[in-house]
């Protein structure tokens, strides 16, 4: 197992497509996985199931009901889908031909539809281009096609959808200026109101709000309305990027840790540092430019998943989650109360409950965690409200859970 698991990981470091790859080490099962705020959506071979909130439609079965276990979603039942992402509120999804669905929210127009107030059945977004890229935000989308193209659409007020202006789009448009112009992307990830795009030369660009300095470009740069580069990355070979809900990540084919923007609780995993304290209580520490998380340095890092909280998966399978756990998304253990250190985790910790198991993925909502293992068992943890952990009930979880499917 160990031998097979590690020439998977080399050669998805080879190629710098960590998700796919990682995820075919896992049996092919699971196509894909991933949470939002108060949902879950996994894309299995046998089809897509949904679980938690199903408020705006996000669950995608017709109605606003919660779901307390997995649901396969009938309207998807004959499609085959490869690709998933959970938003706020929304969520997004393309097939194998790069078909792009998506359902739930639609206010702002991050449906790819002309805006309406929820869907709650998949919608197929009339695009051209084959998709293979899926991304979703607080209240936006992105995508990226086959030919390397990048097309956001949703709201654009704080400029997170990179077209150089702040007005809202609803059609999927693409993204031709400022440092992207003429480049090809291979990866996109969208915060609550900034995206982060790989280029595929292996640069990182960034755009939309940047009131915690998660763009990455400087303490005075401000928000950026069209696509910048990431000039403190110059130099290293990024294979991968997440973005969280007011900071950012990106890791390298080395295996290395970057963070940076609004540290709350810890999320950037660098301890109490941070070039100044962004309020008078010392809870959100601000890196303006890209660090490297120290306190991971001779780990081998393979993925990582942003959100309130932040988890990494190493070559070997191990899990470190930190940053913000008083909802139990850590997977470390029950907060005893508002002093215990299970409640805030400032540097990387190592997941002991996993320590048995090799994990592929872990996705980080914001009061959640999924985890995807080598062997094609999935766990969680977090808060239980509406269901999202797939467990049967609105339980907190606090040491990861493997969730049964019937």
Same mark, same amino acid.
Request: proline share 2%; glycine share 16%; aromatic share 6%.
């Given at each position: 197992?160990?031998?097979?698991?590690?020439?998977?990981?080399?050669?998805?470091q080879?190629?710098?497509?960590f998700?796919?790859?990682?995820?075919?080490a896992?049996?092919?099962?699971?196509?894909?996985l991933?949470?939002?705020?108060?949902?879950?959506?996994?894309?299995?071979?046998?089809?897509?199931?949904?679980?938690g909130?199903?408020?705006?439609?996000?669950?995608?079965?017709?109605?606003?009901?919660?779901?307390?276990r997995?649901?396969?979603?009938?309207?998807?039942?004959?499609?085959?889908?490869v690709a998933?992402?959970?938003g706020?509120?929304?969520?997004?999804?393309?097939?194998?031909?790069?078909?792009?669905?998506?359902?739930?929210?639609?206010?702002?127009?991050?449906?790819?539809?002309?805006?309406?107030?929820?869907v709650?059945?998949?919608?197929?977004?009339?695009?051209?281009?084959?998709?293979?890229?899926?991304?979703?935000?607080e209240?936006?989308t992105?995508?990226c096609?086959?030919d390397g193209?990048?097309?956001?659409?949703?709201?654009?007020?704080q400029?997170?959808?990179?077209?150089?202006?702040?007005?809202?789009?609803?059609?999927p448009?693409?993204v031709?200026?400022?440092?992207?112009a003429?480049?090809?992307?291979?990866?996109?990830?969208?915060?609550?109101?900034?995206?982060?795009?790989?280029?595929?030369? !292996?640069?990182v660009? $960034?755009? @939309?709000?940047?009131?915690?300095?998660? /763009? &990455? =470009? *400087?303490?005075?740069?401000?928000?950026?309305?069209?696509?910048?580069?990431?000039?403190?990355?110059?130099?290293?070979?990024?294979?991968?990027?997440?973005?969280?809900?007011?900071?950012?990540?990106?890791w390298?084919r080395? !295996?290395?840790?970057? $963070?940076? @923007?609004?540290?709350?609780?810890?999320? /950037? &995993? =660098? *301890?109490?540092?941070?070039?100044?304290?962004?309020?008078?209580?010392?809870?959100?520490?601000?890196?303006?430019?890209?660090?490297?998380?120290?306190?991971?340095?001779?780990?081998?890092?393979?993925?990582?998943s942003?959100?309130?909280?932040?988890?990494?998966?190493?070559?070997?399978g191990?899990?470190?989650?930190?940053?913000?756990?008083?909802?139990?998304?850590?997977?470390?253990?029950?907060?005893?109360?508002?002093?215990?250190?299970?409640?805030?985790?400032?540097?990387?910790?190592?997941?002991r409950?996993?320590?048995?198991?090799?994990?592929?993925?872990?996705?980080?909502?914001?009061?959640?965690?999924?985890?995807?293992?080598?062997?094609?068992?999935?766990?969680?943890?977090?808060?239980g409200?509406?269901?999202?952990?797939g467990?049967?009930?609105?339980v907190?979880?606090?040491?990861?859970?493997?969730?049964?499917?019937?």
């Amino acid at each position: 197992m160990n031998t097979a698991w590690r020439r998977s990981v080399q050669l998805a470091q080879s190629k710098g497509l960590f998700r796919q790859v990682l995820l075919v080490a896992a049996g092919g099962y699971v196509d894909d996985l991933d949470v939002g705020y108060g949902h879950s959506v996994i894309c299995r071979t046998d089809g897509v199931f949904t679980m938690g909130c199903g408020r705006k439609g996000r669950l995608a079965h017709g109605s606003s009901d919660d779901e307390h276990r997995p649901r396969i979603v009938k309207a998807l039942e004959r499609m085959d889908l490869v690709a998933v992402t959970a938003g706020y509120k929304h969520t997004v999804a393309c097939t194998s031909k790069g078909e792009l669905l998506v359902w739930g929210r639609g206010v702002e127009g991050q449906l790819g539809c002309k805006p309406v107030s929820s869907v709650d059945v998949p919608y197929l977004v009339p695009l051209r281009q084959k998709v293979v890229a899926v991304s979703a935000g607080e209240r936006h989308t992105a995508v990226c096609t086959a030919d390397g193209g990048l097309y956001t659409f949703g709201r654009g007020m704080q400029g997170e959808l990179g077209h150089g202006s702040l007005k809202n789009v609803w059609k999927p448009t693409r993204v031709k200026g400022g440092d992207l112009a003429g480049v090809k992307v291979v990866a996109v990830s969208c915060g609550l109101q900034h995206t982060m795009v790989l280029a595929r030369s !292996g640069f990182v660009c $960034t755009f @939309g709000r940047d009131y915690s300095r998660q /763009l &990455g =470009h *400087g303490s005075l740069s401000g928000d950026a309305l069209e696509p910048r580069r990431v000039s403190a990355l110059a130099g290293v070979a990024v294979a991968g990027i997440d973005a969280g809900g007011a900071y950012s990540t990106a890791w390298s084919r080395e !295996g290395a840790v970057y $963070t940076w @923007g609004g540290g709350v609780m810890g999320a /950037l &995993g =660098h *301890g109490l540092g941070g070039s100044h304290s962004a309020d008078d209580v010392g809870l959100l520490y601000v890196e303006a430019v890209p660090r490297r998380v120290e306190a991971l340095k001779g780990k081998r890092v393979v993925y990582v998943s942003a959100s309130s909280h932040t988890a990494a998966v190493t070559d070997v399978g191990e899990l470190y989650t930190w940053g913000f756990g008083y909802d139990a998304q850590l997977g470390h253990g029950e907060v005893i109360n508002e002093d215990s250190a299970m409640g805030e985790v400032r540097l990387p910790k190592l997941v002991r409950a996993l320590a048995h198991q090799k994990v592929v993925i872990a996705c980080a909502g914001q009061s959640h965690t999924i985890i995807l293992t080598a062997t094609g068992e999935i766990y969680t943890c977090g808060r239980g409200k509406n269901g999202k952990l797939g467990h049967g009930n609105e339980v907190d979880v606090w040491i990861p859970r493997l969730m049964k499917w019937k």
